[in-house]
């Protein structure tokens, strides 16, 4: 469980630095070929084809953010999966192993008919115990992973919606520079429109309280199944003592 908590921070983390990509459109390099002594014909062709190609790097770049969100999703969809059958498995071979416990117990010479009672009723106990057990368990999990699937698309979206406003500032500034490109001093503006439009996307990731949310999840979720142990320890304690009493009796 703490694996897979810690696979789904590092993921996120890993989405917000994908969308540190989407902020870098249009390289300084680029920018650099946009000078004051061009003619306004080249400045005009040089704004143009940056336009161009800073469109359709950013379409990409959304592209592949949208098909990292949804490996992402699948990814931990079969983390579940992996959980709960190995969850069931592990179930299966411990009630294997009690069961033929009990019939150990069952099968012993001398047993009388009051401790053979005894035993159906530590078997009972046992089951009644582990059932409760299991079912807090499972409801802890599922509790946990509609709560985990709600803060990664919340997450998403965010993310998102914070590209999909950049990727249109950055349009509108490069429209409003082809607009003016006979200014000598349409590259500086271009410039500074797009460090705005960067600022305002870095105002709005929100990696961090969604980092700490799951944190929250997972250990709620830990605090929950330690209690369901912690009472079946418990029960178990106290079937056993039962049992080791009338076992012991004559």
Request: hydrophobic fraction near 40%; aromatic fraction near 4%.
């Given at each position: 469980?703490?694996?897979?908590?810690?696979?789904?921070?590092?993921?996120?983390?890993?989405?917000?630095?994908?969308?540190?990509?989407?902020?870098?459109?249009?390289?300084?390099?680029?920018?650099?070929?946009?000078?004051?002594?061009?003619?306004?014909?080249?400045?005009?062709?040089?704004?143009?084809?940056?336009?161009?190609?800073s469109?359709?790097?950013?379409?990409?770049?959304?592209?592949?953010?949208?098909?990292?969100?949804?490996?992402?999703?699948?990814?931990?969809?079969?983390?579940?999966?992996?959980?709960?059958?190995?969850?069931?498995?592990?179930?299966?071979?411990?009630?294997?192993?009690?069961?033929?416990?009990?019939?150990?117990?069952?099968?012993?010479?001398?047993?009388?008919?009051?401790?053979?009672?005894?035993i159906?009723?530590?078997?009972?106990?046992?089951?009644?115990?582990?059932?409760?057990?299991?079912?807090?368990v499972?409801?802890?999990?599922?509790?946990?992973?509609?709560?985990?699937?709600?803060?990664?698309?919340?997450?998403?979206?965010?993310?998102?919606?914070a590209?999909?406003?950049?990727q249109?500032?950055?349009?509108?500034?490069?429209?409003?520079?082809k607009?003016?490109?006979?200014?000598?001093?349409?590259?500086a503006?271009?410039?500074?429109?797009?460090?705005?439009?960067?600022?305002?996307?870095?105002?709005t990731?929100?990696?961090?309280?969604?980092?700490?949310?799951?944190?929250?999840?997972?250990?709620?979720?830990?605090?929950?199944?330690?209690?369901?142990?912690?009472?079946?320890?418990?029960?178990?304690?106290?079937?056993?003592?039962?049992?080791?009493?009338?076992?012991?009796?004559?």
């Amino acid at each position: 469980m703490k694996t897979i908590s810690k696979r789904l921070l590092s993921g996120i983390s890993t989405g917000a630095l994908m969308l540190v990509m989407m902020v870098a459109p249009t390289s300084a390099l680029s920018m650099n070929r946009i000078t004051t002594d061009q003619s306004s014909s080249v400045r005009c062709e040089r704004i143009q084809t940056l336009a161009e190609a800073s469109e359709a790097k950013l379409a990409e770049r959304l592209s592949a953010m949208q098909l990292d969100f949804q490996k992402r999703l699948t990814n931990i969809g079969s983390r579940h999966d992996a959980v709960d059958q190995k969850a069931t498995a592990f179930r299966a071979e411990r009630s294997d192993k009690f069961e033929s416990r009990v019939a150990e117990l069952r099968d012993k010479n001398g047993v009388s008919e009051t401790q053979l009672a005894a035993i159906d009723a530590f078997e009972t106990a046992i089951k009644t115990a582990e059932t409760t057990r299991e079912t807090a368990v499972d409801t802890a999990r599922a509790t946990y992973r509609e709560a985990l699937d709600q803060a990664v698309a919340q997450h998403q979206a965010e993310l998102f919606n914070a590209a999909m406003v950049f990727q249109a500032a950055v349009k509108a500034a490069f429209t409003t520079a082809k607009a003016n490109c006979a200014d000598t001093a349409v590259a500086a503006t271009l410039r500074s429109s797009i460090k705005t439009a960067r600022e305002a996307f870095g105002a709005t990731r929100k990696a961090e309280p969604t980092k700490s949310s799951i944190k929250q999840l997972a250990e709620t979720r830990r605090t929950a199944v330690q209690a369901a142990n912690d009472e079946y320890k418990k029960a178990m304690a106290n079937a056993v003592m039962t049992l080791k009493t009338a076992l012991e009796k004559q």
